[in-house]
């Protein structure tokens, strides 16, 4: 698993992935950890399969016992299917998730943490004295769903949006965006269903600050490029499979 | 309750994130002893014997980082099989409850043959991971030792430094952060027995 440092002042921001050791034909997800005076929030923790290198990996950074909290931007596999596992090593931990999937996420095992249900409009968290903004992102892709943003780091973790499908080893961050595009289009396409959903998220996103736009699949975004990313992908049409039924 | 392959699952993560801190600290110890060796060259006959010293400091640096690969590697596969084993455990806890509510003509042959499976596996995981933690403690102790050799070299530096005149000084402080290194990495190989000790109540110590 490999770790990268994307924040680095008051407080940190580590993100997780690109590991060796998963099996080929599970699709390769970011994991993101927050940490502001010994307390930590981990982003989308990932799929059961990848479990052991997450735990192995966070716990060079920070004691399990400052995992205070975890977040779900929605309900699916590759983002919350570890929670039973989760549940065991952080009891007292706390599950920030949308209110909508909260009956759907506890199938996973959730017997000790505690579910706090985001409402439609989002809500403010704190992190040990810092404040992090769950930003509505709903139908991008799931119908109850959630981005966070961190208005001191002016990062914004985008979920699925901005992901892309590559192979294994890709680097980390965007380097060339026009190439990028690629291997971004088809995600969108298919995965994102409602375009007035996508451009109602554009609005709201480009008034927010953000110097770092970092997906849960792929590569992450920095300056210039997340303004590319913006303009792309309002005049990308989505929901594209129903016209392929005609 | 935590399951037993919990506490074994985060105690090799937890064993894993000392070594590599204490990994980390040893590859500059090992850069330390590379700076040693130079400067001894450079002062010349005065520090024939801090040459020599030097050589120890590098093979132990050396030894120690090569322990702590083993480690890690251990420690990784460890974490990953701990969690497989967890999740057989949580699925054979499920397959239980449901052979509770079925009478013996309800129950099908293949949950009968998996029951008695997941016991077996039990026991040979139990096996397993006790072996796994006793390699592990051999390791750290190894570990444990070549790091305490470096800390009679420090000390035998201090001895030396006098000898090299003008460059005593800057000697004496390379020894003294080489000494503080020492004692770090020492905290963290600690920090990784109590982890083990404690899962294991001390089985090895």
């Known amino acids: 698993m490999k770790t990268q440092v994307l924040y680095q002042d008051q407080h940190q921001w580590i993100s997780f992935g690109r590991d060796s050791d998963k099996p080929d034909n599970i699709i390769d997800s970011n994991q ?3 940490i502001n005076n010994q307390q930590a929030i981990l982003l989308d923790p990932g799929g059961a399969e990848l479990f052991a290198p997450m735990l192995s990996a966070v716990v060079k950074h920070v004691a399990l016992e400052q995992i205070t909290q975890l977040f779900a931007s929605h309900q699916d596999p590759d983002i919350i299917s570890s929670l039973g596992l989760w549940d065991q090593v952080l009891p007292d931990a706390t599950l920030h998730g949308p209110w909508l999937w909260e009956g759907f996420i506890r199938h996973f095992g ?125 005049q990308l049409p989505v929901g594209v499979a129903i016209d392929r039924n005609e | 309750m935590r399951h037993e392959n919990t506490l074994q699952t985060v105690m090799a993560a937890n064993v894993a994130a000392e070594l590599y ?25 005065n520090a024939a014997g801090l040459a020599v010293l030097a050589s120890f400091y590098d093979e132990c640096s050396r030894e120690t980082i090569s322990l702590a690969d083993q480690v890690s590697q251990m420690t990784v596969t460890t974490t990953g099989a701990a969690v497989k084993e967890w999740r057989a455990s949580l699925f054979a806890r499920e397959l239980e409850r449901a052979f509770d509510s079925m009478t013996e003509e309800q129950t099908p042959a293949i949950v009968k043959q998996l029951l008695a ?67 770090r990495i020492l905290q963290h190989i600690d920090t990784a027995l109590k982890y083990l000790s404690t899962h294991d109540r001390g089985k090895y110590t």
Request: glycine share 6%.
């Open chain 1, 32 to 34: 993101f950890m927050v």
């Open chain 1, 110 to 234: 959730m017997n000790n943490i505690t579910y706090d249900p985001i409402p439609d409009e989002g809500k403010t968290i704190n992190l040990g004295g810092l404040s992090l903004q769950f930003i509505p992102a709903h139908y991008l892709h799931s119908s109850g769903n959630f981005h966070l943003y961190d208005p001191v780091a002016k990062i914004l973790f985008s979920g699925d949006v901005g992901a892309a499908l590559e192979p294994p080893g890709s680097p980390m961050f965007v380097e060339d965006f026009d190439q990028h595009v690629e291997n971004m289009k088809l995600f969108h396409q298919r995965w994102m269903p409602s375009n007035a959903a996508k451009n109602n998220w554009v609005q709201r996103v480009r008034k927010l600050d953000i110097r770092i736009m970092a997906p849960q699949h792929g590569r992450i975004f920095q300056g210039e490029d997340i303004g590319r990313f913006l303009d792309w992908f309002e």
């Open chain 2, 21 to 45: 801190h204490a990994q980390q600290i040893t590859r500059s110890l090992s850069i330390s002893s590379k700076n040693l060796r130079v400067l001894a060259k450079r002062i010349g006959q």
């Open chain 2, 117 to 183: 499976g997941s016991a077996q596996r039990e026991k040979t995981n139990q096996k397993r991971m006790s072996h796994f933690n006793r390699q592990l403690h051999d390791l750290l102790i190894d570990m444990q030792k070549n790091i305490r050799s470096i800390a009679v070299i420090a000390v035998n530096s201090k001895i030396e430094a006098p000898k090299t005149g003008e460059h005593s000084e800057v000697l004496l402080g390379m020894t003294q952060k080489v000494e503080e290194m020492i004692k």
